[in-house]
Structure formats: C-alpha cells, structure tokens
C-alpha cells in the first residue's frame, strides 16, 4: 500500500470510529446532575413549619415591666421552657400592670380545629406544692389580618373558678430539655384557647394584655409571657 493510500485508508478509519461513538451517544448513560437528589419522589422531607410565634409586633410595657427586656425579642419567641408545676421559669418577658404584647405567626397559622388550637405559657406554679396558684393573669386576643380582633371571655378576679378564660393560670411543662412537647395541650401545660369561642376559623396573630389585677413591684410585674404555641394549624398562604 502506497504511502497516500495508507493515509487515506486511516482517516477513513477515523471518521467511522467518530460516527459509530455519535450515532452511540444518546444510548450512554449520562451522569447525574448535582442538583439532581433535590427534587423527585426520593428527595428528604422539607422542614416543617415552626408552631411558635415568630415575630414580635407590638410590646407596650406597662408598670412594673423590665424583667426579660435583655432577651428580648427572643425571649417570648420559640419553645417554652417550663420547670414543672412547682417552679416558674425566668425565660420570660414580663408585661407590666396593663402592658401588652402582640405576637405574629409567618409560617403556620392557628385554625379551628378539635378542642384546644393555642397554647399560652406563663410561669405560674403551686405554691409550696399546691393546690394553690400563684397566678398572673391575662387576656387573650386573636386576629386574622392583625386589624380586626376578637378576645376570649376572661375572668382575672375570679380565683374561686379558677380565672375561667384567662392566661397565666396553669403552670408548664413542656420544655425541649425534658422531650414534653409544647403543642399537646394533655401534656404540655399552658392555658389552651379554642378559635370557636371567639368565632373564628383561623388566626395568625396574637394579642396578651396583663389583666392589670396582678400584684406590680419591682421590674417584673403583670402577666409573664414564656411562649405560645400552635396546636391545630395550617401552613400560612399569602398575605397577610
């Protein structure tokens, strides 16, 4: 074979390897791509939605009020952390005689659903292992559009009762160190408030105003806000 020939003959050679891969490409398995694990019937769940308050927005303090202000907002935001039925938490923001606190959900809303829908945690505890409270009491408002509201019926002098209706009566129990989860009201402590006293079938935001009936010394006077909490919910669509 001539030198010409041989050269030919070789890129002819060539040329058929390069149709044969082309032809062959589309068959070949392709890698992955890096964001392929992050969607489809095998990716991990999503974080579920924080059933605490997330944002703070309004706080009124009224007399008295101080103890918490350091921590603040953080301090009424998150997981409650109570110590028991014999002990109040310091983790709180304490209101003042007559203050008041409103509290936003941005990622689950309360809805209306069996019995309890919110939790509100104070720091009430029994005095010298019960069966009386020590007590700071509140009223509990709730709103869809932080616009209208609604309060539930609350009875802040009415220690014989029990203080039907308010916040800040029962102590609580549920804290993150113990594993006692803060939204099931059978457990958790906590002063539980049902949308459909008030008529309502959703709530995103939450109003606590001290009952101005609690004993103010110091800077730790009126209603001692720990947490609140959502125990039927939905995640929140749209505004507001």
Known sequence: MTSRAFRIHCWG???????????CGDDAPSSPSPDAGDAGPDAGPSKPADPYAD????FVPGAGAGFGQ???PDVVLGPPTGLGPDNGSLDVLSLGKGG???????????TDGPGVDL???????????GP????ERATVSVSVDGVEWATFPCAPADAAGGYPGCAGVKPVTANPAN???AT????AGGDGFDLATVGLTRARYVRIVDSGTNVAGGNSAGFDLDAVAVVNGAPVVGAP
């Open 100 to 110: 008041s606190i409103t509290l936003r959900f941005t990622d689950l809303e309360v």
């Open 55 to 58: 944002e703070v927005v309004e």
């Open 70 to 72: 350091d921590r603040f």
């Open 132 to 135: 009386q409270t020590f007590s």
């Open 13 to 23: 050679a060539a040329l058929s390897l390069l149709l044969c891969l082309a032809a």
């Open 119 to 129: 939790l509100v945690f104070e720091n009430a505890f029994l005095v010298a292992g």
């Open 184 to 187: 099931d009201p059978a457990v």
């Open 179 to 181: 594993g006692v989860s």
